[in-house]
C-alpha cells in the first residue's frame, strides 16, 4: 500500500470480504499496534466488531485520557492547546448541559485562546475576558457585553471546578497521594452531569479498568515520594501507559486480530500478516540497559537476537496457512519511506531465483475497491471556484490592502466582504514575525504621534535610547513568550539605532509626520451607460510626512519590500493608492498636496538596521497615472461587468501564505483543470 491508511482499508476490506463466504474465518496477524487500531477503526463502517487480543493501553481510553488531559491543562498553566482538549473531550459537562458546556468552551476558545497565548495562566485568561468585556461596554455593544458577561459567570465557575488541582500548578516536592486525590477529585467535578453523577466517567469496560487503576496506583505512591507538580503528567501517562486493557470478549466470531504469539495458538482460512516492514516484524533486537552482548553470555542468558529467531519461526508459520496476504505500506505514520521487512526481501530472493518475483501477486483488482470505496462513482475534482454574486452583494468601499488582492486572489476579497468570513489565528501560536512586525509599527506610530514635529533630543544616541525604552514597553506584550520577546527587543536594538539617525536627517528641514492615519476618496468609474458609478477607496498610511506643501508616503516593512516592476505591474498597489489619496487631501489632518516620493523602510535586525527604497520624480508620476487607469479598468471589471470573483487566477504571482486555500479547496483543483 502506499501508506499505513490505505493498508489498514485494504486489509478491512480483505477480512470484510471473508464473511461473505459461510463458514470462512479470518484473522489478522501484526505487532503493530497502530494498524491493528486502524483496522479495528476500518471494519465500524460495515459494523463490525472484531476483538483484538493486543487489547489498548490505558492512556489510549477515554477516561485515561480525560484524565490526562485534566493533568496537563492544570498543571501546565492553562496552556491553551491542553485546556481545549480538556473542554472538547465528551466527558466535560461541568454539572450542566453538555451543549450549554461546548458552546462556552467554542466561545473562550474564539475570545481568548488564539492567537499568541496570554500571560498569567487561569489568571491572564480572566483578565483577557475583563478586557474584551470593558471594551465593549466602551463601544456601547450591549449584546456582545451581555455574552461576555455569561462567559465570564461560565469561567469562573469552570475554574471553581479545577480549583483543587489548579493549586498544585506551580508547587515543587508535593506528596503524590494528595496530587492523586485533587486530580480525582477535579476530575468527578468536571464530569459531573446536571444530577451530579459522574457514570461516564466509569462506566463500562474502559471506566471499570481505569478505577482498577487508580486504587492500586494510591498505596503504591506512598514508596514514590515527593515529585514536583508539573511531571505529574508524565508520570501518570508513563504508569497508564504499561497497563493493557482488553475490552470483553464478544466480536464476530469468524474474524480476530492477533499478535505473534498468539497466532500459534489459532488458524483461520486467510491469514493476512501486516505491516511487514523492517523495524515492525521482526522488531530490532534490545538487550536491555544493563548487560553487554559478553555479559548476557557469561551469565548464560540467550542472546538479544533471539527474538528475532522466535519472530521468524512465527511468520513461517502463519505463511503456511491455507490463503495468505503479505501487507506492508511504503511510508510510516509521518510519510517518511519504509524497507521491507527481511523476510520479505528474503521471499523475493527465493522468487527471484525461481524466475518470479512478488509484482505478480499483487492484486490489482482489490487494490482498484480500496481506492474507489471512498470515492463516488463519476467523481471529479472540484472546478476552480468562480463565485459571482449579484452586483448589490458586491463591495463599494475597497481599502488599499485589497486591491492587490483583487489582482492576485479575487477569492480573498469575495470570502471576507460577501461572505464576511476571518480566518481563525492558530491556537497557541507562537508570536510570529507578523506579530513582531505589528508590535514595530506600533512603537514607531506612538514615537511620532508623541514628537510630530520637534524631537526631544538631538543626540542620536539619546534618541535611540528613548526609542528602546518605548520598545521595551511594548514587548511586555510577549511576556508569555520570553526568547521571542528577547529576540524582538534585540533585534529593535540596530532598528532604534538607524531609526534616530533617520529621524534627524529628515526633520532638518522643519517637516510635521503624521502617523497611523486613516483617510479615504471617491472614485467613481463609469457604468455600462457611461453614468458615474461611486467607489470609495480608503487606506491607513504608516507614516506621512508633510513640509512645504510636499508629501511624503513611508510605510515601514519588516519583511520582504516589492521591487520596482512589481509596483509597476499593479501587484504592489498599497503606496501608490495612498499617494493617490493624499493628493486630494483624503488624510484626516493632512492637507492636500504633490506626493514629491513614496518611501519604503526596511527594518533589519542587523547591524545596518534599516534600507530605505525611495521612488519619485517622473518614474512615480508614471506609476500614478498608470495606477489610476489601471484601478478604474480592475473596478469596473469585477463591479460593471459582473466578472467571478475567482481563486488564484494567476499563481505564479499569488502570495505563498494563502489563508483562504482550503476554503477554495486549491489542492483538489490545481493542476487538474484542463
Known amino acids: 500500500a502506499d ?25 489478522l496477524v501484526t505487532p503493530d499496534r497502530n494498524l491493528a487500531r486502524r483496522v479495528s477503526a476500518e471494519l465500524q463502517r460495515w459494523q463490525l466488531q472484531v476483538d483484538d487480543t493486543g487489547g489498548l493501553p490505558l492512556d489510549q481510553t477515554p477516561p485515561g485520557r480525560f484524565l490526562l488531559h485534566l493533568a496537563h491543562a492544570c498543571l501546565e498553566d492553562f496552556a491553551p492547546a491542553a485546556l481545549l482538549a480538556l473542554l472538547q473531550h465528551p466527558f466535560a459537562q461541568g454539572g450542566g448541559d453538555p451543549v450549554e458546556f461546548r458552546r462556552f468552551a467554542r ?15 487561569a489568571e491572564g485568561l480572566r483578565l483577557v475576558l475583563r478586557r474584551r468585556l470593558a471594551e465593549a461596554e466602551e463601544r456601547g455593544a450591549a449584546e456582545r457585553a451581555g455574552e461576555l ?22 508547587r515543587r516536592q508535593v506528596d503524590p497521594r494528595a496530587l492523586l486525590a485533587a486530580h480525582l477529585a477535579a476530575a468527578e467535578a468536571l464530569a459531573a452531569g446536571a444530577d451530579g453523577r459522574v457514570d461516564g466517567l ?80 521482526p522488531r530490532p533486537p534490545h538487550g536491555g540497559p544493563w548487560l553487554s552482548r559478553g555479559m548476557r553470555g557469561d551469565v548464560g542468558l540467550p542472546p538479544a537476537e533471539q527474538r528475532i529467531g522466535f519472530s521468524a519461526h512465527d511468520f513461517v508459520q502463519a505463511a503456511c496457512a491455507r490463503e495468505v496476504v503479505l501487507s506492508r505500506s511504503r511510508r510510516d505514520e509521518g510519510g517518511n519511506p519504509t524497507v521491507p521487512s527481511r523476510w520479505l526481501q528474503r521471499l523475493e530472493a527465493v522468487l527471484h531465483a525461481a524466475g518470479r518475483g512478488l509484482d505478480h501477486l499483487a492484486d490489482p483488482l482489490r487494490r482498484g475497491w480500496t481506492r474507489r470505496l471512498d470515492r463516488p462513482d463519476g467523481y471529479r475534482p472540484c472546478p476552480r471556484p468562480e463565485p459571482s454574486p449579484p452586483a448589490q452583494l458586491r463591495p463599494r468601499v475597497f481599502h488599499a490592502t485589497e486591491i492587490g488582492d483583487l489582482i492576485t486572489d479575487p477569492f480573498r476579497v469575495y470570502a471576507r466582504r460577501v461572505l464576511e468570513l476571518e480566518p481563525l489565528d492558530p491556537l497557541d501560536a507562537d508570536p510570529t514575525a507578523a506579530e513582531r512586525g505589528r508590535i514595530v509599527h506600533a512603537i514607531l506610530c506612538a514615537f511620532c504621534r508623541t514628537h510630530p514635529t520637534a524631537l526631544p533630543h538631538a543626540d542620536p544616541d539619546a534618541l535611540a535610547a528613548l526609542l528602546r525604552d518605548l520598545a521595551s514597553r511594548h514587548f511586555e506584550a510577549l511576556a508569555a513568550h520570553p526568547h521571542v520577546r528577547l529576540g524582538g527587543e534585540e533585534r529593535f536594538r540596530h532598528m532604534a539605532a538607524a531609526g534616530a539617525a533617520r529621524e534627524l536627517e529628515r526633520r532638518r528641514d522643519g517637516l510635521r509626520v503624521h502617523a497611523e492615519v486613516r483617510g479615504g476618496i471617491p472614485f467613481d468609474i463609469a457604468d455600462g451607460d457611461g453614468d458615474p458609478f461611486p467607489v470609495e477607496l480608503r487606506a491607513r498610511a504608516d507614516r506621512i510626512e508633510e513640509a512645504a506643501g510636499t508629501l511624503r508616503i513611508v510605510d515601514y516593512k519588516t519583511g520582504g519590500v516589492p521591487r520596482p516592476d512589481e509596483i509597476a505591474r499593479g501587484l504592489a498597489p498599497q503606496l501608490l493608492i495612498e499617494a493617490l489619496i493624499a493628493v486630494r487631501g483624503g488624510f484626516e489632518g493632512v492637507p492636500g498636496g504633490t506626493v514629491e516620493a513614496v518611501e519604503y523602510w526596511r527594518l533589519l535586525g542587523t547591524a545596518r538596521g534599516m534600507e530605505v527604497n525611495a521612488y519619485g520624480g517622473e518614474r512615480l508620476a508614471g506609476w500614478l497615472r498608470q495606477a489610476e487607469e489601471g484601478l478604474r479598468r480592475l473596478l469596473r471589471h469585477f463591479l460593471v461587468d459582473g466578472a467571478p470573483f475567482s481563486a488564484v487566477p494567476r499563481p505564479e504571482v499569488a502570495e505563498r501564505h494563502n489563508p483562504w486555500r482550503d476554503l477554495a479547496r486549491v489542492q483538489e483543483w490545481l493542476g487538474s483543470e484542463p
Open 3 to 27: 501508506d499505513r491508511a490505505e493498508e489498514a482499508l485494504e486489509i478491512a476490506l480483505r477480512l470484510r470480504e471473508a464473511l461473505e463466504t459461510e463458514g470462512r474465518t479470518a484473522i
Open 107 to 121: 466561545r473562550l476558545e474564539l475570545e481568548a485562546l488564539r492567537g499568541p497565548r496570554p500571560a498569567g495562566g
Open 149 to 170: 458577561r455569561a462567559l465570564l459567570a461560565w469561567y469562573d465557575h469552570l475554574l471553581g471546578l479545577l480549583r483543587p488541582l489548579l493549586a498544585f500548578a506551580g
Open 202 to 281: 466509569w462506566s463500562d469496560w474502559t471506566g471499570r479498568a481505569m478505577r482498577r487503576f487508580v486504587d492500586e496506583l494510591e498505596p503504591a505512591l506512598a514508596d514514590l515520594g515527593p515529585v514536583d507538580a508539573a511531571a505529574w503528567p508524565a508520570i501518570l501517562a508513563h504508569l497508564m501507559a504499561l497497563q493493557t486493557v482488553r475490552p470483553p470478549y464478544g466480536g464476530h466470531p469468524r474474524l480476530a486480530i492477533v499478535g505473534q504469539i498468539e497466532s500459534r495458538l489459532v488458524s483461520a482460512d486467510l491469514v493476512i500478516l501486516g505491516g511487514l516492514d523492517e523495524g515492525i516484524w
